[in-house]
């Protein structure tokens, strides 16, 4: 006998005739007719060489070959129904790969918290992190490249999200000029006009702190006088601790720092901002996409 000729259909007829000691019963529950369910309990008989039941005048018991076959039938059944039920569930589990782009510390955007509900949400998804500067997370997901990202919008959350993207504004906050220290006097009490004549620390067009300070020069017809080019906010502190120019620091850096390492905070400028979560408003519905939202929204609740 070979293991395709066991039919489940066959295995069910036994077990329930077994259980029935009846073949009448075992085909009412089955939903098929009495002939039927007696041909397939021959046809198992054939199949494995053994007399499986006997008649007796209340019906059909088993023998001594039926009762050793019987728990072996019931398992068979028994792992066939619990693969059945984990292909159902595995219908409803949403699968597939995210790319998240990432910006500043985890810290700040919650980064670890978002995962975490993400994985214990839906597990089969596969993430991969890029981390970037904010303006190119954006253009990133703008062009498919990524499926969500982090972003920080020069404008404070304020404005309205362009046609192709979704978002949701995850908090505000303030960034505040920063020179070294011992640069009070050239700093507190000063305007942006005054404090575009000192040396700043640059950054690339794609960074928050680039379209920031050109949000507010741009009208005024000022340009910054750039003594350096970074692209990393811990470059960036660690040139403003060594006394190079003024930079842009998030107010709870900006405070921290000021405390611990005597940087100078600008008294009379600053300028909002926002964190934002965002993906392309075409693909919100998406099943790994929509699971990111969701998992988001548990995130900053």
């Avoid at 693969?83 to 159902?88: C, I």
């Avoid at 997901?141 to 046609?163: I, K, N, S, Y």
């Avoid at 000192?198 to 910054?224: D, I, M, N, Q, Y």
Wanted: charged letters at 20%; hydrophobic letters at 50%.
């Amino acid at each position: 006998m070979t293991a395709a000729a066991l039919d489940l259909q066959i295995l069910r007829a036994f077990v329930l005739a077994a259980r029935e000691g009846n073949v009448s019963r075992a085909a009412e529950r089955l939903h098929l007719t009495q002939p039927a369910v007696s041909l397939q309990l021959k046809r198992l008989a054939e199949e494995t060489g053994l007399q499986l039941f006997t008649r007796t005048p209340h019906g059909l018991a088993l023998t001594a070959d039926g009762a050793a076959l019987l728990p072996q039938a019931e398992r068979v059944l028994a792992a066939v129904g619990d693969l059945q039920q984990a292909a159902r569930n595995l219908q409803g589990t949403v699968r597939g790969a995210l790319r998240i782009g990432t910006i500043l510390d985890p810290e700040f955007t919650r980064l670890g918290v978002f995962l975490r509900e993400l994985v214990e949400s839906a597990p089969q998804i596969e993430t991969e992190l890029r981390h970037g500067m904010s303006g190119t997370v954006l253009a990133q997901v703008l062009r498919g490249e990524l499926d969500v990202g982090f972003h920080l919008d020069a404008d404070g959350g304020d404005a309205a999200t362009p046609a192709p993207l979704a978002a949701r504004t995850l908090t505000r906050f303030t960034y505040r000029v920063v020179a070294p220290a011992g640069w009070g006097p050239q700093v507190l009490g000063r305007d942006w006009k005054a404090l575009a004549a000192l040396p700043w620390l640059a950054t690339p067009p794609e960074s928050a702190h680039h379209r920031l300070l050109e949000k507010v020069f741009g009208p005024l017809g000022l340009s910054p006088r750039r003594v350096a080019l970074v692209d990393q906010e811990a470059s960036m502190l660690d040139l403003l601790k060594s006394g190079v120019g003024l930079s842009l620091l998030r107010d709870s850096i900006a405070i921290r720092e000021s405390q611990s390492h005597g940087l100078v905070m600008a008294d009379r400028v600053q300028l909002d901002c926002a964190l934002r979560f965002v993906s392309l408003a075409a693909r919100r519905n998406e099943p790994v996409i929509a699971s990111a939202w969701n998992a988001l929204a548990r995130a900053w609740n």
